[in-house]
């Protein structure tokens, strides 16, 4: 599709390319423009319209919007600046080093430096970091008409249009009505006896993951946002809740992966950085395992006379971690989706208990049999790996089941208690019991 | 909140109650009916005004709209069908018992019932099946005032409005307008001059995830759906893509977990459904394990003569595993958002080898240190040990990081190659250099 760019751009057919530009998508430019070499990008940012240049800068990479702030003049800078929606500058703003926010905070109005100064102020995650002030504010003793006409005048963009806010003077919150309404709605009528009043509302310091939860649960597509004094401050649209479940649910892959969080996508951060954030998670469980590596030498002894029981040790400590491992990841997103809470704290465990005897004692047989059958292993030996495995398998889930609620009660982030750490408790108890059971069943 | 109602509900003050029922919210009222005995749920039912009772059933947990069904006249379950947006019917049919689908279904008028049983023929996870029929369709000769006219009249409600298609006589989709755009335009412009013809569409068989993927990359709030004849079936809306997109992340998690992803939430699942999503995992990476204890097994006699080593393998593995884990899970993620293509292939293997030998070299030190300072170890098997260990994580590393891209060459599902199989895989290679070192640096 784009084919037809590169080549009337590579053959400087500057006339037929800028004509070219207008039959594509702002997005589907902005993808183009991030595969070109920076001086072509360049040529065909100042190639396009105005306005449609800074809808497109809004979707290039953060990467590319460093590199053409740092090309263009003062004026080009001014021009976007006035022209980007203002939470897409915001977001702009946070990702960029120091010089070039300086350099784009230089080219605002004074009162918009205030306003950006603010924002850049609201704590990461919050509400008040992800909301835009672009809505339509209406006054409860205007007509439908009035409403209509005031909404035609002030020309807003995109989705922030299709809930109109009702403020008194002193910016307080007072109803919700939609531009469906409106529009059904008669044009004397007056707004205020049409208006909604149970306004569903989040605050400005309220996290986003809450504010996304209320999306979701009263399928909105505009949510105000107040700040402590309840003045409407600005709006929260879906299309950034989007990114705000996709942002949450990378957050929780990567704590159950034994990774910090990182703000920034894989290709565009460096190794230190990427090393930093898995190192201390692997330290931990490097030095919680030795506790592991304890247990077997205390029973040196029992290992010393019966070295086949080492050939067993990873088969039950891969399939102790992977059953826990199954059980906290499935309660750990109840947990997150709401379908779980902690008042099920019982019927959890007791799931848990029923199907880990199930599933446990059909591995259990599975192994007994292939073991007789394909290793020549005395039968009592065979007694004791499958017996430990049932064991390790009912251990695994219960508290593969269990830490997370029990997380949640201790106020820590149930995405913690996943694969990694279960594991590491899980290898230790199983090897316990491994030995314990060696030692009395087969007399050592 | 909700208390009130309840105290209402107990003393049996039904006007009351009924008065107090307007002052809620839909969502709200189907949660706090969901807790309710089923009796009582049906009080509140039937007191509810009829439209605002559809509306909250559509709102409550599949389990109770199966018993309320089931406990209401047909002339009851005729008005919710009349009434119940047509995905909102879909969705309900589809989560529903046979003899219930056939008793809803013995309520619709004979045009629906044929459409309804086109809908649930869809795919499962297609765009069709998700999609709605409620739309605003215009044709291209209308003029704005002509086009809000019929917006009136037909009353649709929610986020369906704020696009309108327009079709023409053989209902090809051929433009779309915002009602943005309708409201400020002047009431005699003609909506073929203001359409956008560059419309982004999916086909009524295409992956709900392709589908979700559109409304994130174009930040949209609706889409329209078109057949195999380009023809206009329907639209589908952002509010159901939040839905999607969780339902996609919990699939992700699922599989990466060793699980079979399942349709239905945890506690509305029965044991044995439970235990047969986790089984097979549980048994391949099980008997995979084996291979791993015929290793230990066939350098049995290295064991039987420093039986030491044996303490430092659950150290060694679960270290690899979470290593392996750690560069699987940011790949998978990072394949799943679109962030890395399979194109960076390389770029991956060169990050995740210079990742893992910094993240190696730091654990290797570290235990070294510790395994000199507070075991009684000789320093060739603490030298051994952390050998091993760093060509452990370089080796998860690369195969975790590789792992999922080669999986996508292959049309396999990345999220399949994940912790548990990284684990079985990185076990058996960390143990064979384990002991290939040992008998070398030790003279075994």
């Not at 495995?389 to 695994?396: D, I, K």
């Not at 982030?413 to 290898?427: E, G, H, W």
């Amino acid at each position: 599709m784009t084919e037809k760019l590169l080549e009337l751009l590579k053959d400087k057919k500057y006339k037929e390319l800028k004509a070219e530009l207008q039959e594509f998508n702002s997005v589907d430019l902005a993808d183009f423009m991030d595969e070109l070499p920076m001086d072509e990008t360049l040529i065909i940012f100042r190639m396009m319209p105005k306005d449609v240049a800074v809808e497109v800068f809004s979707y290039i990479s953060v990467e590319r919007q460093k590199e053409i702030i740092n090309s263009i003049t003062d004026k080009e800078i001014k021009h976007i600046i006035d022209e980007l929606f203002f939470d897409d500058m915001i977001d702009l703003l946070e990702e960029m080093p120091a010089n070039v926010v300086k350099k784009i905070l230089k080219n605002a109005k004074e009162e918009e430096r205030i306003l950006i100064n603010h924002f850049l102020n609201y704590p990461d995650n919050s509400a008040g970091s992800i909301m835009t002030i672009e809505y339509v504010d209406l006054k409860k003793n205007m007509t439908v008409r009035q409403a209509i006409d005031h909404i035609k005048k002030i020309e807003l963009d995109k989705e922030t249009i299709y809930n109109c806010y009702i403020t008194n003077p002193n910016r307080r919150l007072e109803g919700i009505i939609s531009l469906r309404r409106l529009v059904t709605s008669n044009d004397d009528q007056l707004i205020e006896d049409i208006m909604n009043t149970d306004v569903i509302f989040a605050s400005t310091h309220d996290d986003q993951e809450e504010v996304a939860n209320l999306f979701k649960k009263y399928d909105l597509i505009a949510l105000p946002v107040v700040d402590k004094e309840n003045r409407l401050t600005g709006i929260i649209t879906i299309d950034d809740i989007v990114d705000v479940i996709e942002d949450e649910n990378t957050e929780d892959f990567e704590k159950m992966a034994g990774l910090q969080p990182s703000e920034t996508e894989y290709l565009d951060t460096n190794i230190f950085s990427l090393a930093k954030h898995r190192i201390v998670w692997l330290l931990v469980l490097m030095i919680s395992a030795t506790f592991t590596g304890r247990i077997i030498q205390s029973y040196e002894n029992i290992l010393q006379s019966v070295v086949i029981l080492a050939a067993f040790i990873p088969m039950l400590m891969d399939t102790g971690g992977n059953a826990g491992a199954q059980s906290s990841t499935l309660i750990i997103r109840g947990l997150a989706l709401g379908e779980i809470k902690t008042k099920d704290f019982l019927r959890v465990i007791f799931k848990e208990f029923s199907i880990s005897v199930l599933v446990g004692l059909s591995l259990a047989t599975v192994n007994f049999i292939r073991i007789l059958v394909f290793e020549n292993v005395d039968i009592m030996i065979a007694f004791t790996v499958n017996l430990t495995l049932l064991v390790t398998v009912v251990t695994a889930k219960l508290v593969g089941g269990a830490l997370p609620i029990v997380a949640i009660k201790f106020k820590v982030d149930p995405a913690i208690m996943a694969s990694p750490l279960i594991t590491t408790i899980v290898d230790a108890i199983s090897l316990v019991v491994y030995f314990y059971l060696a030692s009395l069943l087969l007399g050592l």
